[in-house]
């Protein structure tokens, strides 16, 4: 049941997708991986949106050079404490009725399946396919779905991962490079991240299309978005 507080505070939403959608976005538990560009916008909207429980994933400590983006953190957190309890503290003080896990440290396949466990969706917002490939991998054992998204400078992309009903992610994207530094304005990676949520959003309550066996390209610098059915 929601309070009149949520009943007032999600109004807006709930006349697009009404009361037992919010219900469902209260009731569902998301994991965000990686708490930085994409992570960031990812943890705000849905924690505006009020998904009741959300989990953060993230080793890192916020750099300077992370501040142009990676919007939940900010000059007093560089250097003093993870990404992740970074971003708990704001989005706790955010929306109260959100419940905020945390995980300091790095997925692997001895950690992912307590780490990831009871969670209904997984957002992908790292940025190296290695981890990538292990979320597809646990995703496909549980049956859960999976919100793709990667930037680059102006240029980023979207797909949804459903086991059973989609190709795995490893399948779209089979031979891609290791980790590295790339060019990203701040912009792109809030662009993304908004659609990233969206689809969370649009997978819980049922309402709208998701991008099941599509992907959707972006182009900032040119102002284009294709949606490839893939």
């Known amino acids: 049941m929601l309070s009149e507080s949520e009943l007032e505070r999600y109004d807006r939403q709930i006349r697009i997708f009404g009361v037992e959608g919010q219900e469902r976005l209260k009731k569902a538990k998301v994991a965000v991986v990686g708490v930085g560009g994409l992570g960031s916008p990812v943890a705000y909207y849905l924690t505006a949106a009020g998904v009741g429980r959300l989990l953060l994933v ?68 790292l940025d190296n396919f290695e ?3 292990l979320l597809d991998d646990f995703v496909h054992r549980k049956g859960i779905p999976l919100v793709h998204g990667a930037v680059e400078g102006l240029y980023g992309q979207v797909t949804t991962i459903i086991p059973g009903k989609t190709r795995r992610l490893r399948e779209i994207f089979p031979r891609v490079s ?29 309402h709208g299309e998701p991008l099941i066996n599509k992907l959707l390209i972006i182009d900032l610098a040119h102002n284009t978005i294709e949606v490839l059915n893939i």
């Open 178 to 206: 290791g980790k590295r530094t790339f060019p990203i304005l701040g912009a792109t990676a809030g662009v993304v991240g908004s659609i990233q949520a969206a689809e969370v959003v649009k997978l819980i309550t049922g």
């Open 58 to 125: 993230d080793e890192q400590m916020p750099e300077l050079s992370n501040l142009n983006r990676q919007i939940l953190h900010w000059e007093e957190d560089v250097g003093k404490r993870p990404k992740a309890l970074s971003a708990k503290w704001k989005l706790e003080r955010f929306n109260s009725d959100v419940k905020v896990d945390t995980f300091v440290g790095r997925l692997t396949g001895e950690n992912i399946d307590e780490v990831l466990k009871d969670v209904d969706i997984v957002v992908d917002c």
């Open 131 to 133: 981890t990538r490939y």
